[in-house]
């Protein structure tokens, strides 16, 4: 039996991800789906909230008022769940250009909204690349992030 909803939404995603809008399944096909891969009814539901919830974003960029050289800084929830790599990892993002200031604040809030205990690295990439893949106009940001989650390039701060 599998325990998160992380591990729902990866699922979902790499199953799922190639079907096109001719070919929507239907949510409680897919729900019959998953739990047949034995996924659990209640973290099925929470992805599907989780999923939802993203989709709700709006996907236009927002105009930034803080500047290129802003530092973010992790609130206590956020620096007791977030690993220091998984930190990393996320400024290394910004600062390669493949997401922006709000896109970022996107992907802590959907990071945090995942339940999880400690968020790693691997957390942070795999909800990146669910953001990305969200927000029109973002294909090529998304290439990007799909090339460091299949891909075999480690990161590791030094």
Request: no cysteine; net charge negative; charged share 25%.
């Amino acid at each position: 039996m599998k325990e998160t909803i992380f591990d729902v939404l990866v699922y979902l995603f790499e199953h799922y991800i190639d079907v096109g809008d001719d070919q929507v399944i239907e949510q409680g096909k897919l729900k019959t789906e998953l739990l047949e891969a034995g996924f659990t009814d209640s973290y099925v539901d929470r992805a599907f909230d989780w999923m939802e919830e993203l989709s709700n974003q709006p996907t236009m960029a927002a105009e930034n008022s803080v500047g290129q050289r802003s530092i973010r800084i992790h609130s206590p929830e956020e620096q007791q769940r977030f690993d220091v790599d998984a930190q990393g990892f996320l400024m290394f993002l910004e600062q390669a250009g493949i997401i922006d200031a709000t896109r970022r604040e996107l992907i802590i809030d959907r990071a945090m909204a995942l339940g999880d205990t400690t968020l790693t690295v691997d957390h942070i990439k795999w909800v990146a690349l669910m953001v990305l893949f969200s927000q029109s106009g973002m294909e090529g940001h998304y290439s990007q992030m799909e090339d460091l989650v299949y891909g075999d390039i480690p990161f590791e701060l030094h």
